[in-house]
């Protein structure tokens, strides 16, 4: 069974950092794609970044490029989000997913399986 | 960036009906959509990917048609468990983009 789990969310101030992580089990980690996709309760989802099966193609939102990194180890099975510089429209619940393709630019990608999502609220 | 842009925003119906729901690409998008349901408190669920193709054990009354622009999601006779929001999304070219979100209601 496919299991998809993020992790580190939290409150913190406007211009501090925060890193998340999503641990998966379930199935070849380094076989897929992965995502990260926030939604704002209440609202729509917005893709943030995307990361291809080796780590070598990073894609970000124009909303978060330069201030956040994506990132994976494929010897843990997990995918990391590095959140720097962070402001009160990054406040959403952040999910992890993963992409049914080894990679997502040019191939019709799509997020098979997530994870219930970690809430990160930026406020002083 | 490609907009996507659903109708309707809302909508109301009862169990048995049939209900369509559309997203429009701002661009030619091919058949690169995806469609999601989500239920309250619960993270999306793939639908359909490539706008037709069904998500392994997604149920039958649920189709998607469509190419280029135009886009189609249908679930043939409503049942209570389709009572949820609705999204679309492209992935024809980065930034991957969602629809607004159709929220599908008990009439």
């Known amino acids: 069974e496919v299991q998809v789990v993020e992790s580190g969310g939290g409150l913190v101030q406007p211009g501090r950092s925060l890193r998340l992580s999503c641990a998966v089990s379930g199935f070849t980690f380094d076989d897929y794609a992965m995502h990260w996709v926030r939604q704002v309760p209440g609202e729509g989802l917005e893709w943030v970044s995307g990361?291809?099966?080796?780590?070598?193609?990073?894609v970000y939102a124009d909303s978060v490029k330069g201030r956040f990194t994506i990132s994976r180890d494929n010897g843990k099975n997990s995918l990391y989000l590095q959140m720097n510089s962070l402001k009160g429209e990054d406040t959403a619940l952040y999910y992890c997913?993963?992409?049914?393709?080894?990679?997502?630019?040019?191939?019709?990608?799509?997020?098979?399986?997530w994870g219930p999502g970690t809430q990160v609220t930026v406020s002083s | 960036d490609i907009q996507m842009t659903q109708s309707p925003s809302s909508l109301s119906a009862s169990v048995g009906d049939r209900v369509t729901i559309t997203c429009r690409a701002s661009?030619?998008?091919?058949?690169?959509l995806n469609w999601f349901q989500q239920k309250p408190g619960k993270a999306p669920k793939l639908l359909m990917y490539?706008?037709?193709d069904l998500q392994n054990g997604v149920p039958s009354r649920f189709s998607g048609s469509g190419s280029g622009t135009d886009f189609t999601l249908t679930i043939s006779s409503l049942q209570p468990e389709d009572f949820a929001t609705y999204y679309c999304?492209?992935?024809?070219?980065?930034?991957?983009?969602f629809g607004q979100g159709t929220k599908l209601e008990i009439k």
């Open positions: 990361i291809s099966w080796n780590g070598r193609t990073r």
């Open positions: 999304q492209q992935s024809y070219s980065t930034p991957l983009t």
């Open positions: 997913a993963k992409d049914h393709l080894a990679i997502f630019e040019g191939v019709p990608s799509a997020f098979d399986h």
């Open positions: 661009q030619s998008i091919s058949t690169y």
């Open positions: 490539t706008a037709s």
